[in-house]
């Protein structure tokens, strides 16, 4: 599914951190945005799944065909790995065995019956990303998917990107790493929303 | 919608899930308060309904900053928020699963305890119904007090003093309804009242919790 973003502005906590952003994600693509801390990624991907409404602009199709993952993995202490996925699954309707195949696709098959309270960073991280396979949701939206995740399993969510792109899913993901994928990539800063007054003048006004 | 029930059902039961937390509150306020008031059993008779109302709503207070704060903390509110599910269906379900966990657990314990406060014969049944009517009221009104304040760390205060006014009229009509009960008057007017309350917080709440989530996620 084609995601299509016009002329968008977003705000974080009232104040515009980006506008005029536009740009198209083909069915079967993945964008890649850059840009430095506080420029405004997360506020955008939050929009797009919308969590916060946009100040202007318009996004197709809207948040009910996007999957979001932030920076928190959503994962409760005492549930294991098998009820958090069999739960989500449900929440989405998905198929009885999506759960068994996003085990296998992020290779959590030894850990089915540990709460998540006894899994590593990365282990848990693999978990988060693990439900978006259950969602079956064709618009990936991640925020620094690749957190706390070594080598190997960088390269198991590469592969999982790459399935869902070849399924006709495509996927906006904000990260600072290469995951060598055929990815364009955009970076924000030349969307940033111009302020009223230049950082000197409040860096000044602090007496800074 | 029911898996999220039976989600926030298994995680009140297992380690840390707080149940048992409000039922536990209340057996010791009850039983605490003849140690103070004295074994006067006259003086307790004439208290007891009043008691057993006030315990009853300060037991599901102390439960309720955790309805949604726990998914908050670790992002499952934000994920939830974007499941093909309405946010207010969402907010109803975690209010009946908080009903489950304290509300009826207390109604199923206050006719024993009223034994302990000397409640008269006729105010038992009247007991338990008043108190299976006005405990979804006070878990709804609850929730609606943590969805305002589930972006504030350390919210509780701020939640207590928003809900207890909130709770006042509850407390009024079920404490009347056990009295007249205890006094072998009507108890009619109270009780549908208290239903009312109930029926009009359960219907309209839901909206208003859903609308704060949403600010409070942004």
């Not at chain 1, 405004?40 to 197709?60: F, H, S, V």
């Not at chain 1, 065909?65 to 929440?91: C, P, Q, S």
């Not at chain 2, 009242?193 to 009009?200: P, V």
Request: aromatic share 6%; charged share 15%.
């Amino acid at each position: 599914m084609q995601l299509h973003v016009d002329n968008l502005a977003v705000a974080r906590g009232g104040v515009p951190v980006l506008q005029g952003v536009s740009f198209r994600v083909p069915a079967g693509a993945a964008l890649i945005l850059r840009g430095p801390n506080g420029v405004g990624k997360t506020t955008l991907l939050r929009t797009l799944a919308g969590l916060q409404p946009a100040l202007a602009g318009r996004i197709t199709p809207g948040p009910e065909a996007v999957a979001y993952a932030g920076h928190a993995d959503g994962l409760k202490a005492t549930l294991t790995v098998t009820e958090t996925l069999t739960f989500w699954a449900r929440v989405f309707g998905a198929a009885g065995n999506a759960p068994a195949a996003a085990i296998r696709a992020f290779d959590l098959g030894a850990l089915t019956d540990r709460p998540t309270q006894n899994l590593s960073a990365g282990q848990k991280r693999r978990l988060g990303l693990a439900r978006l396979l259950v969602t079956g949701r064709p618009i990936w939206v991640l925020d620094e998917p690749t957190v706390s995740l070594d080598a190997a399993s960088t390269g198991l969510f590469t592969q999982a990107l790459r399935g869902h792109c070849a399924g006709g899913g495509s996927a906006i993901i904000a990260t600072h790493i290469d995951l060598g994928l055929a990815a364009e990539v955009l970076d924000l800063t030349q969307f940033r929303a111009v302020r009223s007054r230049t950082d000197d003048a409040f860096l000044a006004e602090a007496g800074l | 919608m029911t898996a999220l029930l039976l989600r926030d059902l298994r995680l009140a039961f297992r380690a840390g899930g707080g149940f048992g937390l409000a039922l536990a509150f209340f057996l010791i306020v009850v039983t605490l308060v003849p140690f103070g008031v004295g074994a006067d059993t006259a003086v307790l008779g004439r208290i007891a309904a009043g008691v057993l109302w006030v315990a009853a709503l300060l037991a599901c207070l102390l439960t309720l900053d955790r309805l949604f704060q726990t998914d908050y903390e670790d992002g499952s509110l934000d994920l939830l928020a974007t499941a093909p599910m309405p946010l207010e269906g969402v907010v109803a379900i975690k209010a009946l699963a908080h009903w489950l966990t304290t509300g009826l657990p207390l109604t199923l314990a206050a006719p024993m305890l009223g034994v302990l406060l000397n409640l008269p014969g006729p105010a038992y049944g009247w007991l338990a119904l008043s108190l299976a009517l006005g405990t979804p009221a006070l878990s709804v009104i609850g929730a609606f007090g943590a969805a305002l304040t589930v972006g504030v760390r350390r919210g509780g205060l701020l939640l207590s003093l928003l809900v207890l006014p909130l709770y006042v009229p509850v407390l009024i009509f079920g404490a009347e309804a056990v009295r007249r009960g205890a006094e072998a008057l009507d108890p009619t007017t109270p009780i549908l009242l208290l239903a009312g309350i109930t029926l009009a917080s359960a219907a309209l709440l839901p909206f208003a919790s859903a609308a704060a989530i949403r600010v409070n996620l942004r």
